[in-house]
Structures are given as C-alpha cells and as structure tokens.
C-alpha cells in the first residue's frame, strides 16, 4: 500500500543549528512529494513540492529537499534553524492515480534558544 | 486576496446534535477536502469534491456528509455528533490534481 512515513515524531534543535527532518515513501512510481508546516493554532502552508527535474527543490523560508529515489526519501533540510521555526511539519505524497495525498504523521519541531 | 475560511472557529456541542462546519473558498478552485487532525493520527480525510454536485468519501467518512452545490462552498456536517468526533477540522482547496492545497486555520470541535 502506498504510504509516507516521517520516522521521528518529535525534535529539538538549538537557535542556528542545522536541521534535517525525514520522510520515506512508499509507491509504485515517482510521487508528487510535498512538504508543509503548521504553526500552533494555525492550518498547513506548504514549504516546497517535487514533481519532477531537478532532486533538490528550494522552497520558502529558507528550506530546501531532496528527492532521493534510491532511497525512496524526501527529507527536508534548513541549514540555520530560527527560533520562529518551531512547528509541526508534514510531509505527503500523491501517487497521481487519485488525485489524493497520502499524509506522514508529523514531526514536531522545538527550537531551543 | 483569495482566501479560504471556516466557521465556527470554536464549537461546543452535545452528543447526539446535528452540527454543520462551513467552507468557503474564493479562489473558484475545483477540488475541495475536508481533514480531521487528531494526536497520533495525523491529517485523515473525510470527505472530498472534484467539483460541483461531486463528493466522494475519503478513509474516515462515517458519521460525515457533504454537499457541492456550488464552487465556493463545501459545508461539512456530522449528522449527530458523536464524543469521538471531538477533533479539529480543517477544510482545504486547490486548482487542479497536482497543485498546493491551501487550508483554512481549522474548526476546533467539542462534542460533550
């Protein structure tokens, strides 16, 4: 069955440090690979997407993934962390069949000062 | 600007109660979701429309319905609210099969 997966459920990182978040899919084919963040109280604005070309996609706020399909990853990176980072961040997929995303579970991001 | 909105924000009701949440997208966008957001679970689909008069069913559909009766609109109604329905819901839109979804700020739901 199609699936995504997001391995850690929780993270804490300090100011300025790096970061890397982890999501493995599962699919038949190449997927559209999406990332999106949710502030507390707030609903998901996405990051950055992949459909296909070029593996590393730049998206908003200093972020940036790469698809790597040999091993089947999508995992997000941001080389300098700010405090106003702190969020969940979802990753999902959409195998382009149905037309639906398939949603990790999330991972949740502390900064500490 | 386009925007998507929900309401009620905030609701509290009983078991038992019939309870609508609204969504209104002004983007003219003909895909429409309805997601709940519950601890451990992630984002699990109810509902969704592929464009006017269409709805589908998604992985937790049971105790929902929706309605397209236009492009805008895609209310969400829990028919009689049930305690395991206490959730935040979150309405979503996008323009085509491949583009972002934007989502409203969500209704959080209690059902006492």
């Known amino acids: 069955a199609q699936s995504v997966t997001q391995p850690d459920i929780h993270i804490t990182v300090s100011e300025g440090a790096s970061l890397e978040l982890r999501c493995n899919y599962s699919?038949?084919?190449?997927?559209?690979l999406f990332w999106y963040v949710q502030s507390p109280g707030q609903g998901l604005q996405l990051l950055l997407k992949y459909f296909s070309g070029d593996t590393l996609v730049q998206g908003i706020k200093g972020f940036e993934a790469e698809f790597k399909r040999s091993q089947s990853s999508f995992n997000l990176r941001k080389p300098s962390v700010h405090w106003s980072d702190a969020a969940e961040y979802f990753c999902?997929?959409?195998?382009?069949?149905?037309?639906?995303?398939?949603w990790g579970l999330g991972t949740s991001l502390a900064v500490n000062p | 600007d386009a925007e998507i909105t929900q309401s009620p924000r905030h609701k509290i009701t009983e078991t038992g109660r019939q309870v609508t949440l609204a969504c209104h997208q002004t983007?003219?966008?003909?895909?429409m979701f309805w997601y709940r957001q519950d601890l451990g679970h992630g984002l699990r689909l109810i509902h969704y429309?592929?464009?006017?008069?269409?709805?589908n069913k998604g992985e937790v559909s049971d105790g929902y319905s929706v309605s397209r009766s236009n492009t805008e609109d895609l209310p969400l109604t829990l028919e009689s609210a049930a305690s395991s329905q206490t959730s935040v819901y979150f309405c979503?839109?996008?323009?085509?099969?491949?583009?972002?979804?934007?989502f409203g700020e969500g209704s959080r739901l209690t059902v006492l």
């Open positions: 699919y038949g084919a190449t997927p559209y």
């Open positions: 999902a997929g959409d195998a382009g069949n149905n037309r639906k995303l398939i």
């Open positions: 983007w003219n966008h003909n895909n």
């Open positions: 429309s592929y464009g006017v008069q269409d709805t």
């Open positions: 979503a839109s996008r323009r085509g099969f491949t583009g972002e979804l934007f």
